[in-house]
């Protein structure tokens, strides 16, 4: 709890100042206090009997190792974002940071619907934030009345839980059945609303409809912003709360589906990268419905590779800054700045999974707890569609070291954070797979975490 | 419950629009009169504050700021009596089969937590005891809701670049007087709309 307590001060100091000067350097420095101290707490506390009963667990809970790896995945997000250097509207990018680690750390259907409202409201003003731009009032507007026919659900979906059992913990779903048996399928409707809602948020295919115009109007900050961040929240609740898996399964395969097909016609990249979201999407929600340990597990490997990956992405794409924002705008990168162009190479074939990158691990992790518990017939619809998907992701490779065409024109030098940025995250995503087990001993009590606490 | 019968009848056959809206106030209101009259005092108070205070104030301004032209002849209502039917159909059935049993069930959940019937004072006590105390951590996020509403407005509506590039938005109050607002509504004059200032 006094993480988060931490950060909303800090919030709220850089908004009060923010009144006389922009803040910028303030909030990173709120950002990485955050995140330091969550990863020092997190080093220092013996997390194998760590697990303790909090006073107010009962409606927030900051005290597992699930929320306290997933707080920090979502800080290292948030620094990247904000790194990636839009002074404008930075204080909103914190109020989100803040609705998101109150999400994940959240155990009541109150303070989901609250949290999630936090981040949801400052996306949409993000997303809007352009407004000279028809695209992103566009974007803004869809954004804000699908993010409200979503909320609407999940409120449903609420409404039937608490009237079925008369509390409001997240574990209320599941005494309904026990309990009343009048109640029974008043009880699964509402946890199945709770269900779409969540994958509305986290843009799962047959709810997908929004993303790629969403990510076309929005900043591109923002678009980066609405790739990682958010999704984290909503994904750390989406396992939490124990969904209904056949709802998962059968949105995790049409994600799937549809975040390979819908790509392939693609011109605009940040459209290319909302499909390639949509799949990626898929990935990590089918982990998540499984519900084993190994499964969530891998969801989670893949949830932060992703995250690791689309900060890799965006930085690159932000550093081209291209106005069009097409595909085509990356041809002859390696002539014009190799450096780039090889790290911009290297990331797309991480998201396409080619085997030595780390891309590759977290789809072999998922696929592996897939065959394990025995979802051949999604896994194999998993490989065909990553190989489907790879078409595109190796398109824009080829693009970059094969398609020469116009002037040579030589990039002037880059911004500081931002090749920051692209190293640190190019160094994770090249040589995860050399020593993972850092990274696979850190999920893994994460996972057991999970456990422990319900 | 007849008020509001009648109410919402006016509210689909009122000719004009505003008429239509002071109807659905009149709505509102019987509504809110009914859950104070079943103990709900807050429901109804909410009902009040938000519905009558805020939403269908907008409704008015709303309607107030649209060009109210000639009447149109509508959609006749005779095309959508069936569709009413099937909805009041619906609303009755529900309510004569499984009102009986929610009522039930809440009185018994009523009984067994002493939510609403033990406290002194009624719901609105109930109500603050908790949201004070155990919710405080919602209500502090509540507020984080409002402040992060507060910040996007003016994000969203703070213009750059009239006065300069880092002025911000004046008021000049011979521009708004001097605004030609009372002009015949055939000669708009398009200057002034385009300019907002």
């Known amino acids: 709890m006094y993480s988060e307590m931490m950060l909303g001060g800090g919030v709220l100091g850089v908004i009060l100042y923010g009144v006389y000067r922009p803040m910028y350097r303030w909030s990173v420095m709120v950002l990485l206090v955050y995140t330091g101290g969550l990863v020092g707490g997190y080093a220092t506390a013996d997390y194998c009997g760590f697990v303790k009963e909090a006073k107010d667990s009962l409606y927030m809970v900051g005290d597992n190792e699930w929320v306290w790896v997933l707080q920090i995945i979502a800080g290292i997000g948030l620094i990247g974002i904000v790194l990636m250097g839009e002074r404008r509207g930075v204080e909103l990018v914190l109020m989100m940071g803040l609705g998101t680690v109150l999400l994940i750390a959240s155990v009541n259907w109150l303070s989901i619907y609250l949290a999630m409202e936090l981040q949801t409201l400052s996306l949409f003003i993000l997303v809007a934030l352009k407004r000279e731009s028809a695209y992103s009032t566009e974007a803004g507007l869809k954004y804000f009345v699908l993010g409200a026919i979503s909320t609407g659900l999940f409120l449903l979906g609420c409404a039937m839980i608490y009237g079925g059992s008369g509390e409001m913990s997240v574990l209320a779903g599941n005494t309904i059945s026990e309990t009343i048996n009048q109640w029974l399928i008043r009880g699964g409707v509402g946890k199945a609303l709770i269900t779409i809602s969540l994958l509305f948020k986290i843009s799962a295919a047959p709810f997908h409809m929004w993303a790629p115009d969403v990510y076309e109007g929005a900043p591109t900050i923002t678009t980066a912003l609405l790739a990682t961040v958010p999704k984290i929240g909503v994904f750390a609740i989406l396992v939490q709360i124990g969904s209904l898996s056949n709802i998962v399964f059968i949105s995790a395969t049409m994600s799937m589906i549809w975040g390979a097909l819908g790509a392939l016609n693609q011109s605009k990249i940040k459209r290319l990268l909302a499909y390639s979201g949509i799949g990626h999407m898929g990935f990590v929600i089918f982990g998540a ?26 930085s690159i794409i932000l550093t081209i800054n291209e106005r069009r924002g097409l595909v085509a705008d990356f041809h002859s990168l390696s002539r014009k700045n190799a450096i780039l162009g090889g790290s911009l190479a290297l990331v797309f074939l991480s998201i396409a999974g080619v085997p030595p990158l780390s891309g590759f691990l977290s789809k072999w992790f998922i696929l592996w707890a897939g065959v394990s518990n025995g979802y051949y017939l999604i896994c194999v619809g998993a490989v065909l569609s990553s190989v489907v998907a790879g078409v595109y992701y190796v398109r824009i490779v080829q693009m970059t070291y094969a398609d020469f065409q116009g002037e040579l024109a030589r990039e002037g030098p880059i911004d500081i954070k931002r090749s920051i940025l692209i190293g640190s995250t190019l160094y994770l995503v090249l040589f995860i797979l050399i020593c993972p087990n850092f990274l696979l001993q850190v999920t893994y009590d994460a996972a057991v975490g999970l456990w422990v606490h319900v | 419950m007849i008020w509001g019968v009648v109410s919402a009848v006016k509210v689909i056959s009122a000719v004009r629009p505003v008429y239509a809206v002071l109807w659905l106030i009149s709505a509102f209101l ?32 709303v309607m107030m700021m649209l060009d109210q032209g ?59 005891r908790v949201v004070y105390t155990e919710y405080s951590y919602m209500f502090i996020i509540v507020s984080y809701i409002l402040l ?47 300019r907002y200032k």
Request: proline fraction near 4%.
């Open chain 1, 289 to 314: 419905g499984m519900g084993t340990m190994e499964s969530i597990q891998a969801s989670l490997i893949y949830m932060a590779i992703y995250v690791a990956m689309s900060v890799c992405v965006f």
């Open chain 2, 30 to 61: 019987s509504v809110s009169a009914v859950f104070i009259f079943i103990g709900l005092v807050y429901m109804g108070f909410i009902m009040i504050i938000v519905y009558v205070g805020a939403i269908a104030i907008l409704f008015l301004f």
């Open chain 2, 70 to 128: 000639k009447e149109e002849a509508g959609t006749p209502i005779v095309n959508i009596i069936p569709m009413g039917m099937i909805v009041g159909v619906g609303f009755l059935w529900v309510a004569a089969t499984g009102g009986e049993w929610v009522g039930a069930y809440i009185t018994q959940q009523n009984h067994s937590r002493g939510m609403i019937g033990g406290q002194p004072g009624g719901d609105i006590v109930a109500i603050g």
């Open chain 2, 148 to 194: 992060v509403a507060m910040v996007g407005a003016i994000v969203l509506t703070h213009r750059h670049g009239e006065y300069g590039p880092d002025e911000p938005m004046r008021q000049d109050v011979y521009i708004q007087t001097s605004r030609d607002i009372w002009g015949h509504p055939n000669q708009i004059n398009l200057n002034s709309l385009g």
